[in-house]
């Protein structure tokens, strides 16, 4: 018998959710596995033998398999119609009005997080658990919020910063408290010593060989034909050549331009109403402000203006200090110092210390 509640956890198949698992087992609660599949690698054009951790029937194997050897249930749940519908047409539409998605975020904020509490409540889970590198913690405001897992190379509070309150607040995250390493051994001693050489897979699971052109054109009927006949400008506007259309360039791409100006040359600006590209060097990337909106508080309900904080504009970035101030329905950011590589549709995420106060999407500037 549980003695510490029923938990429903998330189990990808992989090393972190399988160790996660195994290790709430052992202290008692009663675990129930989930394992989501969110698409169809196929459909994307994909190759079937090159399948991402959250698409793959091997994967869900793995899961169902450590479930049954330690004698706890385990369901396959299907949210493709969900998942497409939401976070794959934001990514389209996102690169088509001159952004630059983070689909994880969204994926966890919008997807994951909703559908395992909507299933935990149908199986009579108290709590939710993933294999996620981060913390939570109960403020004395009473506000739950998500702190930096300790392990600072695989800290993934970046991509959580959209979960609500009352996602939070039965949200169980095993491996905050750990590092890596840790967890490789705890598979080994468990009896998986396959799964803890297992590589790990960053690519975007519904884009095949991280291929987000290709994958736009398939998905966007006659695209490449109606962006075409836009040109690369630099700062002052002068022409410098045509490119193959605005949704296939990034903020801060350098390599794959397939234009020569004898120099290195930076995307800095993504105009889609014109079709135009931007391109500037190195330095033109840096910045000191930025517009975010769509904002998620967490650890406060809100904040004061001009509150000083550190800000994350993605996931490998160590932070900047900054200052924060109310700005219609979003914030102003104003860093300290020059920040590189701005990009419109990322994420912000605030950080005081190591505790997240919440996150937003990061604008595009007015033109």
């Known amino acids: 018998m549980s003695t510490k509640g029923k938990v429903l956890m998330a189990m990808s198949g992989g090393i972190d959710s399988t160790v996660a698992a195994l290790m709430l087992h052992d202290e008692g609660y009663e675990v129930v596995g989930i394992t989501m599949k969110t698409w169809d690698y196929a459909s994307s054009g994909g190759n079937n033998n090159k399948q991402t951790g959250c698409c793959n029937i091997d994967s869900f194997n793995d899961a169902r398999m450590a479930a049954v050897q330690h004698g706890f249930p385990h369901f ?121 050489k297992k590589n790990e897979s960053y690519e975007i699971c519904f884009v095949p060989d991280n291929d987000y052109r290709g994958f736009l054109k398939r998905k966007v009927q006659g695209l490449e034909e109606k962006v075409s006949g836009g040109f690369f400008v630099d700062k002052t506007g002068k022409i410098l050549g045509p490119h193959k259309g605005y949704p296939f360039y990034t903020v801060g791409q350098r390599k794959g331009l397939d234009i020569a100006l004898g120099k290195p040359a930076f995307v800095t600006q993504i105009i889609p109403e014109t079709n135009t590209i931007v391109l500037g060097d190195e330095e033109d990337l840096k910045g000191t402000d930025m517009t975010v909106k769509g904002i998620n508080w967490i650890k406060y309900e809100g904040i004061a203006d001009g509150m000083e904080v550190t800000t994350k504009i993605r996931y490998k970035d160590k932070g900047a200090l900054s200052n924060l101030f109310i700005y219609e329905n979003g914030v102003k950011v104003r860093f300290y110092e020059n920040v590189k590589g701005i990009a419109p549709g990322q994420s912000a995420v605030f950080y005081e210390g190591d505790d997240v106060i919440g996150g937003g999407i990061i604008q595009r500037n007015k033109v």
Not at 160 to 170: F, H, I, K, T, V
Request: hydrophobic share 35%; net charge negative.
């Open 76 to 196: 396959i749940l299907d949210i493709r119609d969900e998942f497409g519908g939401f976070v794959v047409d934001n990514f389209i539409d996102e690169y088509l009005a001159g952004r630059t998605p983070n689909p994880c975020v969204l994926c966890n904020t919008h997807i994951k997080w909703r559908a395992l509490s909507k299933r935990a409540d149908a199986l009579g889970c108290d709590y939710i658990a993933t294999g996620h590198y981060a913390q939570i913690h109960q403020h004395s405001n009473g506000r739950y919020f998500i702190r930096k897992g300790i392990d600072e190379t695989k800290d993934q509070s970046y991509v959580l910063w959209g979960l609500e309150q009352d996602l939070l607040s039965r949200t169980i995250l095993p491996l905050g408290t750990y590092h890596k390493k840790e967890i490789r051994q705890m598979a080994i001693d468990y009896g998986y010593p396959e799964l803890a």
